[in-house]
């Protein structure tokens, strides 16, 4: 009886759900998956296929981009809202 009230309410949820959910779960991989060797990428030396950062400069960049990734989202849609989104995507 459980199990069946359980499957009614999963199924319950309209498409579209499930489309935002998967794409939020393929993004938040991909988002990991880049942060996790981001620091490698940047520290390696040229020679290697890296960009020969040194830590502090990487440690830095890190650091200004976790914020950013934060923040944006939020003054993008303030604008968003006072212009539209249409304009926005034009200007951007």
């Keep these: 009886m459980e199990k069946q ?15 935002v959910i998967v794409m939020e779960f393929f993004e938040r991989g991909s988002y990991y998956g880049v942060m996790s ?8 030396d040229i ?8 830590k502090e400069s990487v440690g830095v960049i890190k650091s200004v981009i976790t ?5 944006l989202p939020i003054l993008s849609g ?13 200007f951007s």
């Excluded at 303030?78 to 034009?90: E, M, N, R, S, V």
């Design 5 to 19: 009230k359980a499957r009614k309410g999963i199924s319950s949820f309209p498409r579209n759900f499930w489309t």
């Design 37 to 44: 060797i981001l620091s490698v990428y940047l520290v390696l």
């Design 47 to 54: 020679s290697q296929g890296g960009l020969g950062f040194s």
């Design 67 to 71: 914020p950013l990734l934060y923040l």
């Design 78 to 90: 303030a604008l968003a809202d006072q212009f539209g989104y249409k304009k926005t995507l034009i």
